[in-house]
């Protein structure tokens, strides 16, 4: 096993994953080492972005995973068994979905799905849980907690499934969270409160944030690293503040894809996709 610094929390050394039937790996080679930071992860839809997230938590059951370190402080995450990563999964590592309708369970109330997930890692009693739960939903600027509690997911909108999710998974203080698109049904003013949150985690309690989003300008401004993934690999890696210095030509191809406010009324390039872009890239 491999021995991580103080500094990092996460290693991935060539993950490649492969869905099972299928005749090429979804994700090939990826590499990065994760801090207590911001780390983003960009690309188009089926790039590889979101599958990189569930294989850390060991969510695909019908994928085929590979790699030589995939390292949770000291706990390898390729060869620990289910058992143990119930101890791992949702307390130590959590992960926002981007879908809360597909997230919660529809014939149970929103504010008991939250009780659970929570005493399902920390011993305490119903009322407790209750009120973590209530004082959580506050701080992710739910109005009137109480009446929420009580609602079935149907009865909520899709941004205050979303933060009830996002609630959900920051109740349990893990050492990383992967948010999967955590803002995209929220609305501007929200989006920013519960990137504070996420913010404050990071530097408040050192948590390393992994950040999956197809909204440069989100990652660019939020995160302090970026990952580029094009086709099931990493083939940039930058600081986030140096997004417009990038070399290769798929992130120049996405930032120029991208319409600006006072801008060139031209129409937009089209974003190539070249063979030779498939080549192994390692990046920590």
């Not at 994700?27 to 972005?49: D, P, Q, T, Y």
């Not at 109330?109 to 009693?125: F, L, M, T």
């Not at 609305?187 to 999956?212: F, H, S, Y």
Request: with cysteine.
């Amino acid at each position: 096993m491999k021995e991580l610094n103080s500094d990092t929390i996460l290693s991935v050394e060539n993950l490649s994953i492969r869905y099972r039937g299928t005749p090429t790996d979804a994700v090939r080679n990826v590499s990065f080492n994760l801090g207590k930071e911001r780390l983003g992860i960009v690309g188009e839809s089926g790039s590889g972005k979101s599958t990189v997230g569930r294989a850390l938590l060991k969510l695909l059951p019908t994928a085929e995973i590979k790699a030589d370190c995939m390292q949770f402080r000291d706990i390898d995450l390729l060869n620990t068994p289910e058992k143990q990563m119930l101890k791992v999964r949702g307390q130590r590592i959590s992960m926002i979905l981007q879908d809360p309708k597909f997230s919660l369970n529809p014939i149970q109330k929103c504010g008991p799905q939250v009780d659970e997930a929570y005493r399902n890692h920390i011993r305490c009693s119903k009322k407790e849980a209750r009120q973590r739960t209530l004082a959580m939903l506050e701080s992710v600027q739910i109005r009137d907690p109480e009446r929420v509690y009580g609602l079935y997911p149907h009865e909520v909108s899709g941004g205050m499934g979303q933060r009830i999710m996002i609630a959900m998974m920051l109740l349990t203080d893990p050492d990383v969270v992967i948010a999967d698109e955590p803002t995209s049904a929220l609305d501007v003013t929200v989006r920013l409160q519960v990137l504070d949150i996420l913010d404050a985690l990071v530097r408040d309690k050192g948590i390393g944030l992994i950040m999956i989003s197809h909204d440069l300008n989100l990652v660019r401004n939020f995160c302090d690293r970026v990952l580029i993934m094009y086709a099931g690999q990493v083939v940039e890696a930058l600081n986030a503040s140096e997004m417009h210095n990038a070399r290769h030509p798929y992130t120049k191809g996405l930032l120029a894809a991208q319409p600006h406010i006072g801008g060139p009324r031209a129409p937009l390039p089209v974003l190539e996709r070249r063979p030779e872009w498939l080549e192994d890239v390692k990046v920590v």
